[in-house]
């Protein structure tokens, strides 16, 4: 008990230099995912950086219990880690949860303890018992540092307190792991309604950056474990929010994968949006292994412990920003260089999600069928490109780039034609609604349907519109 104690007044002493928010940072320093009962060597690079700020993204112990004395007895052994102890002697430490230190794997608003460990991740930052934000639900924030022209705007997240329940798909062939895949219920949320309109403020305030911080990953789509294209719906809300409050400057920071990476997307809020993943501080793998998919990588660290660093160059004329990840010992591994200008609305066109085409009753659009693999299902849809042959395999694709993973395939193979199709060609199919029947599959990266039989093809001159 004692320990832990002490170490409170420690963070009671870095949260009261946190409220000196009239100078610039110059170097913001974070990472995630530190196990309270393994090594933490990785304190003294971090040290020896000199943040100004440090940000823990999460999963700041690896607490998994629902009862609270465990998860306060493994917050007092995270207290006794010297060089976290180190830090905090040199800057202010601000931070959200994830799943671990919430209390358990991949949880959200089902935990029933939630709010009696909110006050222990309190308790552990030092958070004045006095304070708002031990009667707010959840542990989202927001602080501004620096004077007009070099304010940075931290912005915390809470992505557990108030998150919808995660949806799991079917394991492909050769997976060692069941994926999660969309929530597209209409009432499905992340933030949660308070947290939502909180965020909207905030993005409304005046900064010339801010720091947007995810416990997890905002932008990385292809992997099957948490991020948040699990809500696809609140992901698009979030990048809607964006443009529509035009704020600038925004670059998010995430944890949780136990790898470093930089993604990027050019065209959803006007312009490059970035996030930035580091994890974990102890919890990254110590050998070799491949990189998770990813179409929006910029760069990567797939394995190795590390933690981020963003450094900015306020004397520039326009205003530089480094975006860093360094390894266990401080040795740069990604950088990236932004001049402040670029993230200015405006700067990229953007790419408005299309709205679901209308089916007729008793059918599904080709991308509610892309999660219903193993199910049989009726999919009326447009073709918008056609491959192979009637005499192989003819593939009529939902969307005009097929390889994209968005695309349904419906492979026709020669005994789909019959008496009805005798004479098609893709002519026939192009730019035509069918609605097809079949079960949902998969081939490599791809996801089909395979029609056999003619009775499972149909074109249809128009689409009547669910009502």
Same mark, same amino acid.
């Given at each position: 008990? !004692? &320990?832990?104690?002490a170490?409170?007044?420690?963070?009671?002493?870095? @949260?009261?230099?946190?409220?000196?928010?009239?100078?610039?940072?110059?170097r913001?320093g974070?990472?995630?995912?530190?196990?309270?009962?393994?090594?933490?060597?990785?304190?003294?690079?971090?040290?020896?950086?000199?943040?100004d700020?440090?940000?823990?993204?999460?999963d700041?112990?690896? #607490?998994?219990?629902?009862?609270?004395?465990?998860?306060?007895?493994?917050?007092?052994?995270?207290a006794?880690v $010297?060089?976290?102890?180190k830090?905090?002697?040199?800057?202010?430490?601000l931070?959200?949860?994830?799943?671990?230190?919430?209390?358990?794997?991949?949880?959200?608003?089902?935990? @029933?303890?939630?709010?009696q460990?909110?006050?222990?991740?309190?308790?552990?930052? #030092?958070?004045?018992?006095?304070?708002p934000?031990?009667?707010?639900?959840?542990?989202?924030?927001?602080v501004?540092?620096?004077p007009?022209?070099?304010?940075?705007?931290?912005?915390?997240?809470?992505?557990?307190?108030?998150?919808?329940?995660?949806?799991?798909?079917?394991r492909?062939?050769?997976? *060692?792991?069941?994926?999660?895949?969309?929530?597209?219920?209409?009432?499905?949320?992340v933030l949660?309604?308070?947290?939502?309109?909180?965020?909207?403020?905030?993005?409304?305030?005046?900064a010339?950056? &801010?720091?947007l911080?995810?416990?997890?990953?905002?932008?990385?789509?292809?992997?099957?474990?948490?991020?948040?294209?699990?809500?696809?719906?609140?992901?698009?809300?979030?990048?809607? %929010?964006?443009?529509?409050?035009?704020?600038?400057?925004?670059?998010?920071?995430?944890?949780?994968?136990?790898?470093?990476?930089?993604?990027? %997307?050019t065209?959803?809020? +006007?312009?490059?949006?970035?996030?930035?993943?580091?994890?974990?501080?102890?919890?990254?793998?110590?050998t070799?292994?491949?990189?998770?998919?990813?179409?929006h990588?910029?760069?990567? %660290?797939p394995? +190795?412990?590390?933690?981020?660093?963003?450094?900015?160059?306020?004397?520039?004329?326009? $205003? *530089?920003?480094?975006?860093?990840? !360094?390894?266990?010992?401080?040795?740069?591994?990604?950088?990236?260089?932004?001049?402040?200008?670029?993230?200015?609305?405006?700067k990229?066109?953007?790419?408005? $999600?299309?709205?679901?085409?209308?089916?007729?009753?008793?059918?599904?659009? $080709?991308?509610?069928?892309?999660e219903?693999?193993?199910?049989?299902?009726?999919?009326? %849809?447009?073709?918008?490109?056609? #491959?192979g042959?009637?005499?192989?395999?003819?593939?009529l694709?939902?969307?005009?780039?097929?390889s994209?993973?968005?695309s349904? @395939?419906?492979?026709?193979?020669?005994?789909?034609?019959?008496?009805?199709?005798?004479?098609?060609?893709?002519?026939?199919f192009?730019?035509?609604?069918?609605?097809?029947?079949?079960?949902?599959?998969?081939? &490599?990266?791809?996801?089909?349907?395979v029609v056999?039989?003619?009775?499972?093809?149909?074109?249809?001159?128009?689409?009547?519109a669910?009502?």
């Open positions: 008990m !004692r &320990r832990f104690t170490f409170v007044l420690l963070l009671t002493a870095g @949260a009261s230099s946190a409220a000196d928010t009239s100078k610039p940072l110059t913001i974070f990472g995630s995912c530190a196990h309270q009962e393994k090594p933490q060597p990785i304190w003294d690079a971090i040290v020896a950086s000199k943040p700020i440090f940000l823990c993204l999460g700041n112990i690896y #607490g998994d219990s629902e009862d609270m004395s465990v998860l306060k007895a493994k917050y007092d052994k995270a006794a $010297p060089g976290y102890q830090l905090l002697k040199i800057c202010p430490v931070a959200t949860w994830d799943d671990h230190d919430y209390g358990k794997n991949d949880a959200g608003v089902e935990y @029933a303890q939630k709010d460990s909110q006050q222990l991740f309190l308790d552990f930052y #030092g958070i004045p018992k006095d304070s934000k031990r009667t707010q639900k959840g542990v989202y924030d927001s501004t540092y620096g007009e022209g070099q304010r940075v705007q931290i912005i915390i997240l809470d992505l557990r307190y108030f998150r919808s329940p995660l949806k799991r798909g079917k492909s062939e050769g997976m *060692t792991y069941t994926p999660y895949i969309a929530n597209n219920d209409a009432d499905a949320t949660g309604e308070a947290q939502w309109k909180w965020l909207e403020d905030q993005f409304k305030k005046p010339e950056v &801010r720091l911080v995810s416990s997890v990953q905002l932008i990385a789509e292809d992997h099957g474990f948490e991020k948040w294209m699990n809500f696809p719906g609140e992901r698009e809300k979030l990048f809607k %929010m964006i443009r529509d409050t035009k704020a600038n400057g925004i670059i998010a920071l995430s944890g949780d994968r136990h790898l470093a990476e930089l993604s990027q %997307m065209d959803v809020v +006007g312009y490059p949006l970035y996030d930035l993943t580091s994890s974990g501080l102890n919890q990254a793998s110590k070799w292994r491949a990189s998770e998919k990813n179409r990588r910029v760069s990567g %660290m394995w +190795g412990d590390n933690y981020g660093l963003i450094t900015i160059d306020w004397a520039a004329a326009d $205003p *530089t920003i480094s975006l860093q990840i !360094r390894d266990v010992v401080g040795e740069l591994t990604i950088r990236e260089q932004l001049p402040l200008s670029l993230l200015t609305p405006g990229r066109a953007v790419k408005v $999600p299309e709205e679901e085409p209308k089916v007729s009753e008793g059918s599904i659009a $080709p991308k509610a069928a892309l219903k693999i193993g199910d049989k299902v009726t999919v009326e %849809m447009k073709v918008n490109s056609v #491959g042959t009637k005499e192989k395999r003819m593939f694709n939902s969307l005009k780039n097929f994209s993973k968005e349904l @395939a419906i492979v026709c193979m020669p005994k789909a034609f019959g008496d009805k199709y005798a004479k098609a060609t893709a002519a026939t192009l730019n035509k609604t069918i609605r097809v029947t079949g079960v949902v599959s998969t081939f &490599r990266d791809s996801i089909q349907i056999d039989d003619e009775k499972q093809l149909e074109i249809v001159e128009a689409t009547p669910k009502e």
